[in-house]
């Protein structure tokens, strides 16, 4: 550890909300032109995040080097985002405008995010429209060519643009073709199928990275005068998550060991739309975009352990819970609401399916109001899509959903500049924590991804450069020596194990572990067994994990093995974060704080701060960001 | 169900290849094919051997990462459907199933079903783009854009770059993949002013890249995922012959 103070100092700027942005922005210091290309920044991932942020950055002049561990940067896991982007334009005059935006989010989050950032995500929201469609990206278009809308997760104004089921890849490659451009140009160099395993740090700056080739196994230092984080999220500590199967922590967990302070890492959110599980070889699960839910009714059977097929149970005897418990929100309700509902039918032993995990979700009265082609028109892809994994006809069955990991609204603390706690190192998209409090709304993470990455990033890594000045250092300095020692200590140690069981099998066990007492519900009881279990685990892992093969060609296991070490560790300051957080919000369920009708219980008196951890390898050190609200005043959640 | 996996191993980019059996009993019909090779890898893990190297990553079908041929045909029997999600259910209890990498001169093989598709990379940074800095762009509703063109731009732009398309050609050309982004971009306003010289480059690039020609055979449109049609590669004809036309 740095051993240094820490002041957790937002550096939020004074003045009415509706002007910090522009002010910040004055206030920043330009780097000259002329001297941008004596500046490297190091941009490790290549999402909506680290894409944008790469392009715009080597547009500006400076030297860029991008680092995926996809064989391509098209490949990030953004591309699987579905359903939309939301965007104040107001297209519609619904009554939407930035305000608006603005206190959906903070309310949606459950009044645990920092208003100034979130006030600045829905200004940018119009910005980024008018950049995407100016790439080319085939947003859905009206017949008179003008930007179609749909109204999504809940909100009740139409602010979400799409490209058909695919909207995050349509942006995705809208922001890699920006990257690409750049590469051509010859101001981004892209190291693809590299990973980041450690962050240098030098007189308190990050200065570098430490990066593995995963096809030659070479371990190589880079260094640069910043770093920027644009690692995605951590969902996949559960294993089963929506995540795609290499989205990782490695990058943002190896830099918290370096010093950046983690923010509520137990802030996870799981999406009620998903497949459900079908069996013990199952390696992931499938995310059905919650548009369905603008049509589809939920429900499931009055009586337990009902084992009718869903058309033998009469009207009489369905329970459409969500339409009961919250008659003006109806089917959407916000994601926590809906997931914690469907859990909670299912305990009372009413799911459905083959294992009882599982809920109907039925479009039967939709089909018999619009008619069968209006819900092709719909949903034709998510039907097929869903057809395709289950071998059942969603037109002529309801299906069968049921909620898991989807996204982490915790993450690196940064400030209002985007800074995490060292100073050099910036943080984006997912892998920070700062937008989307204890719940994000529905298209609002490719909001934010594209928001820092175009437009916020490019500006404040210009002033850090341009306020700072580095000591000349290159890549023989000591601490890149060391921190490439520690790289093959580890991989060493790894490959020299082989134990009895593979990553795999341990990843299941972990991902159980925190799926059972730190998912969609959690007690004090609970979150202290799981840390016990999860360190009990952990050192099985370390005497008894088989990692094959060779550190010096591509090894997909000792990936793996060395990404699920670290998702051992953040399992446990998850449990650590929410034991300590004693109260419900957002993602956050803890069953001893609930309301007497079995609503989350938020307690703004205690609770009303960020949980910022610091690292230490025996006990973390919680550190407190208070959060004010001076714009959305905090209210309960009401969606009934 | 009980299936026969021949498999093809190549330790290296240099390393000599062999196709390699492995028997799967026990098999779930609704497992996917990559859960598959899963278990088959745990089985060989906890064997001491080498796990299959195969790429993927987002499991639903849109990140393009996985891919492989199975008893010839790119990402196996099931039409719009990556190897990702083609379920067991499709096979036959005993049926034994030829797994090779794609095929192609500018696609060579890292390791087993591994190969590398750093072209296509090339291929886009050559001119798939409308040259747009960040900033302040127009009001996007100051570009209209007929509905009819927006849904045949996103019909070209859903291209995932898997590279099927190059796999299943007999020339090994990448015509369906370059036409792809060519049309898309073709097809919207903002990809007027780039249009023939856009067309030009790729091609270009394509061609640099060791790529074969395209033949009109149009096993490419068969294999693909995402139902690309050949139309893509009239569109990128017709602006690559009137860009050179151009420049004389």
New interface residues.
């Given amino acids: 550890m740095s051993g240094r103070a820490i002041h957790l100092d937002a550096r939020v700027p004074l003045g009415p909300i509706e002007k910090l942005w522009d002010q910040a922005r004055f206030e920043m210091k330009l780097v000259n032109p002329a001297n941008k290309r004596k500046h490297t920044i190091l941009v490790v991932g290549s999402g909506l995040a680290g894409a944008?942020a790469a392009?715009?950055l080597g547009?500006l002049g400076y030297n860029v080097k991008c680092f995926c561990f996809?064989?391509?940067?098209?490949?990030a896991?953004s591309?699987?985002a579905q359903g939309g982007i939301n965007a104040a334009?107001n297209?519609h005059s619904d009554g939407d405008s930035v305000f608006r935006l603005f206190y959906d989010t903070v309310k949606g989050g459950d009044f645990r995010s920092r208003e100034a950032n979130v006030y600045r995500l829905a200004q940018i929201s119009v910005?980024i429209?008018?950049?995407c469609?100016?790439?080319?990206v085939?947003?859905?278009?009206?017949?008179?060519?003008?930007?179609a809308n749909r109204s999504f997760g809940g909100a009740q104004v139409s602010r979400t643009f799409y490209?058909?089921g695919?909207t995050g890849?349509?942006l995705l490659?809208g922001a890699?073709?920006?990257l690409?451009?750049q590469?051509?140009e010859g101001r981004v160099q892209?190291f693809?199928r590299t990973e980041m395993l450690d962050l240098v740090v030098i007189d308190g700056h990050a200065r570098g990275i430490v990066t593995r080739n995963l096809?030659t196994g070479q371990i190589e230092s880079h260094m640069g005068d910043a770093v920027v984080l644009g690692t995605g999220g951590y969902g996949n500590v559960y294993y089963l998550a929506t995540n795609?199967?290499?989205s990782n922590c490695t990058a943002i967990w190896r830099a918290h060991k370096r010093g950046a302070l983690f923010a509520n890492p137990c802030f996870t959110q799981i999406h009620p739309t998903c497949i459900p599980v079908?069996?013990d070889?199952?390696?992931?699960l499938?995310?059905m975009s919650e548009s369905l839910r603008n049509d589809g009714r939920i429900w499931v059977p009055l009586k337990a352990h009902d084992r009718r097929p869903p058309n033998q149970i009469p009207e009489a005897e369905r329970d459409y819970y969500l339409e009961r418990r919250y008659p003006s929100f109806g089917n959407l309700v916000p994601r926590d609401v809906a997931s914690r509902n469907a859990k909670a039918v299912c305990d009372e032993g009413r799911g459905v399916g083959e294992t009882g995990l599982g809920v109907y979700l039925d479009f039967s009265d939709a089909i018999q109001r619009l008619g069968a082609d209006v819900i092709a028109e719909r949903y034709g892809n998510l039907f097929e899509?869903y057809q395709?994994?289950?071998?059942e006809d969603p037109y002529q069955a309801p299906m069968r959903i049921y909620p898991a990991i989807h996204y982490t609204m915790g993450g690196l603390w940064v400030d209002y500049y985007l800074m995490s706690t060292i100073p050099g190192l910036f943080v984006i998209g997912e892998a920070n924590f700062s937008d989307h409090g204890a719940n994000r709304l529905g298209a609002s993470a490719l909001m934010q991804g594209l928001s820092d990455g175009?437009?916020i990033l490019?500006y404040t890594v210009g002033d850090y450069i341009a306020k700072t000045k580095l000591e000349k250092t290159d890549t023989s300095a000591a601490e890149f020596r060391t921190a490439e020692a520690g790289v093959r200590e580890l991989t060493k140690k790894l490959l020299s194990i082989r134990g009895?069981q593979?990553v795999?099998?341990f990843h299941r066990q972990l991902g159980k572990i925190v799926w059972d007492y730190c998912g969609m519900s959690r007690t004090g009881a609970g979150l202290n067994e799981a840390i016990g279990k999860i360190r009990e685990l952990r050192s099985e892992y370390w005497r008894d994990v088989?990692v094959?093969?060779s550190a010096d060609?591509?090894n997909?296991?000792l990936e793996k093995a060395g990404r699920v070490a670290d998702f051992f560790e953040l399992a446990e300051l998850m449990c650590i974060d929410a034991l300590n957080r004693e109260e419900s919000c957002g993602g956050h369920f803890r069953e001893e704080y609930q309301t007497p009708d079995g609503e989350a219980q938020r307690s703004d008196e205690t609770c009303a701060y960020v949980s910022a951890w610091e690292y230490g390898a025996e006990r973390p050190e919680l550190h407190r960001e208070p959060l004010s609200f001076e714009y959305v005043h905090p209210s309960q959640r009401s969606y009934k | 169900m009980r299936l026969i996996l021949q498999v093809w191993r190549q330790k290296g980019a240099k390393a000599p290849g062999k196709m390699t059996r492995y028997e799967a009993a026990d098999v779930n019909p609704d497992m996917s094919m990559l859960e598959l090779l899963d278990v088959v890898n745990e089985g060989l893990i906890l064997k001491g051997e080498e796990p299959i190297a195969f790429e993927h990553d987002c499991r639903e079908g849109i990140c393009g990462s996985c891919g492989f041929m199975i008893n010839g045909v790119a990402h196996g029997p099931l039409p719009a459907t990556t190897v990702c999600q083609l379920s067991m259910r499709h096979f036959k209890d005993g049926q034994e199933l030829y797994i090779e990498p794609w095929r192609a001169r500018a696609f060579p093989v890292i390791k087993d079903l591994v190969v590398d598709r750093g072209a296509f990379d090339r291929i886009i940074a050559a001119g798939g783009y409308v040259s747009v800095p960040t900033g302040s762009p127009p009001d996007g509703n100051t570009i209209l854009v007929p509905k009819e063109n927006a849904d045949r731009a996103m019909d070209a732009a859903a291209c995932i770059g898997c590279g099927a398309c190059v796999a299943a050609c007999p020339n090994a050309s990448a015509a369906l993949f370059t036409g792809a982004k060519i049309a898309h971009l073709g097809l919207l306003p903002q990809g007027q002013p780039e249009r023939n010289q856009r067309a030009l480059k790729m091609v270009r690039q394509f061609n640099a890249e060791g790529f074969g020609s395209c033949s009109n055979i149009g096993e490419c449109e068969a294999a693909c995922p995402k139902e690309i049609s050949l139309e893509v590669i009239a569109r990128m004809n017709r602006d690559f012959i009137g860009a050179s036309f151009e420049k004389r």
């Fill in positions: 944008s392009a715009t547009e996809q064989d391509s940067p098209r490949r896991h591309i699987a334009k297209y910005n429209i008018d950049q469609v100016a790439q080319g085939p947003f859905a278009r009206e017949y008179g060519g003008t930007l490209a058909r695919q890849q349509q490659l890699y073709q920006a690409e451009r590469v051509h892209m693809p096809v795609a199967k290499g079908s069996g070889y199952q390696s992931k499938t995310l899509m395709r994994i289950t071998d175009y437009f490019p009895h593979t795999d099998a088989n094959p093969g060609d591509l997909q296991s």
